[in-house]
């Protein structure tokens, strides 16, 4: 596998906050993880984490009711998920329109977006017909497989 590629991977782990993640080409595999292989040293490293959490616990419970009143409405449509993990591209080239914006009617087999992974670009398109509700990643942000990049109303269709 080309160390071009493993660095790309390693800015993706980085960049996205993902434990690990494992790619096979081919005969070729290659695991990245962000811990030991010791199971007991993957235990520790959770721990330091609470613990500032509870810090700015006072500030979340405020902050969380606010976040969640937003994303109660929009909870209620399909959610278009990430099929893997890569690069959020909301158009075909870089200062094109984007593909679909909030408001956008939309109908199975429209493009969506493109989710860069390790340099292929990947159409992502609509399975469903609706109106496009929120979209919920900005251009170049990475994403995690299983994040939600839309909610599609599908009421309007």
């Known amino acids: 596998m080309d160390i071009r590629k493993v660095k790309k991977l390693i800015e993706l ?12 080409e081919g005969e070729e595999s290659v695991r990245i993880s962000r811990y030991a292989q010791n199971a007991p040293m993957m235990a520790p490293m959770p721990a330091p984490a609470a613990q500032p959490a509870p810090a700015p616990a006072p500030a ?13 409405p929009e909870e209620e449509g399909y959610m278009v998920t990430a099929p893997m993990v890569g690069t959020y591209y909301s158009s ?6 984007p593909f679909v914006q909030a408001g956008d009617r939309i109908n199975p087999g429209d493009t969506l ?7 292929m ?5 609509a399975e469903v017909s609706g109106t496009i509700k929120s979209i919920r990643v900005q251009n170049g942000d990475p994403v995690e497989y299983g ?4 909610v599609i109303d599908q009421r309007t269709s």
């Open 13 to 24: 782990l980085d960049e996205s906050g993902i434990a690990e993640i494992e790619i096979t």
């Open 121 to 125: 670009m990947n159409q992502i398109e």
């Open 113 to 119: 977006c493109i989710v860069e992974a390790m340099k």
């Open 147 to 150: 994040q939600v990049l839309f």
């Open 92 to 97: 075909p080239t870089p200062g094109s329109a």
């Open 60 to 72: 979340a419970p405020a902050a969380a009711p606010a976040a969640a009143s937003p994303a109660e």
